[in-house]
T-cell receptor, first 113, second 115 residues
Framework: QKEVEQNSGPLSVPEGAIASLNCTYS??????FFWYRQYSGKSPELIMS????GDKEDGRFTAQLNKASQYVSLLIRDSQPSDSATYLCAVNRVGGATNKLIFGTGTLLAVQP | KAGVTQTPRYLIKTRGQQVTLSCSPI?????VSWYQQTPGQGLQFLFE???????NKGNFPGRFSGRQFSNSRSEMNVSTLELGDSALYLCASSSGTGGAWDEQFFGPGTRLTVL
């Protein structure tokens, strides 16, 4: 079992719709969770971080965390063609002061005009 | 605030050679992490440096090494290059003091091609 799992997609949604991206993780002691967006040929860009159970909203983006189910999701409201990219879920395990992100393989989102 | 910078952006090397990549973190950030991204394996953690000390290391062979300078700039070195080392090498900058809650910001990457 992979430590962080994402559906590779592509996830195709029409412009203006809600895109729902999902991620599960295997290590129950994981503490922090991040969503990155990566356009083709570019480096990952941090969109959201979430640390506590529940929802966290930032503009059109909402991250949802459920530690009991080991599940984190990203909702994109009013999807735009410019949102078309690969979305990477990353998890940082507990373990002192170190920074070690474990990434999923990413979900390719395609927003159709 | 300037972002993370990486040099060079592109590199072409042949098998057996060695290569050094450089990363300058965001001003004030003391942690630099390095990742390798390939189509087959995705993003994989190489190592993290904080205050000139390696704090964590991923599962890569000893041919991959790094260091950090007193100004927080970091370099990674790959010796005896293999074809499988062809990848996008990314460095990520963070404050280094937030523990697992640190947000990491990526540089543009160095695209290494080994022929």
């Amino acid at each position: 079992q992979k430590e962080v799992e994402q559906n590779s997609g592509p996830l195709s949604v029409p412009e203006g719709a809600i895109a729902s991206l999902n991620c599960t993780y295997s290590d129950r002691v994981s503490q922090s969770f991040f969503w990155y967006r990566q356009y083709s040929g570019k480096s990952p860009e941090l969109i959201m971080s979430i640390y506590s159970n529940g929802d966290k909203e930032d503009g059109r983006f909402t991250a949802q965390l459920n530690k009991a189910s080991q599940y984190v999701s990203l909702l994109i409201r009013d999807s735009q063609p410019s949102d078309s990219a690969t979305y990477l879920c990353a998890v940082n395990r507990v373990g002192g002061a170190t920074n070690k992100l474990i990434f999923g393989t990413g979900t390719l989102l395609a927003v159709q005009p | 605030k300037a972002g993370v910078t990486q040099t060079p952006r592109y590199l072409i090397k042949t098998r057996g050679q060695q290569v050094t990549l450089s990363c300058s973190p965001i001003s004030g950030h003391r942690s630099v992490s390095w990742y390798q991204q390939t189509p087959g394996q995705g993003l994989q953690f190489l190592f993290e440096y904080f205050s000139e000390t390696q704090r964590n290391k991923g599962n890569f062979p000893g041919r991959f090494s790094g260091r950090q300078f007193s100004n927080s700039r970091s370099e990674m070195n790959v010796s005896t290059l293999e074809l499988g080392d062809s990848a996008l090498y990314l460095c990520a900058s963070s404050s280094g003091t937030g523990g697992a809650w640190d947000e990491q910001f990526f540089g543009p990457g160095t695209r290494l091609t080994v022929l």
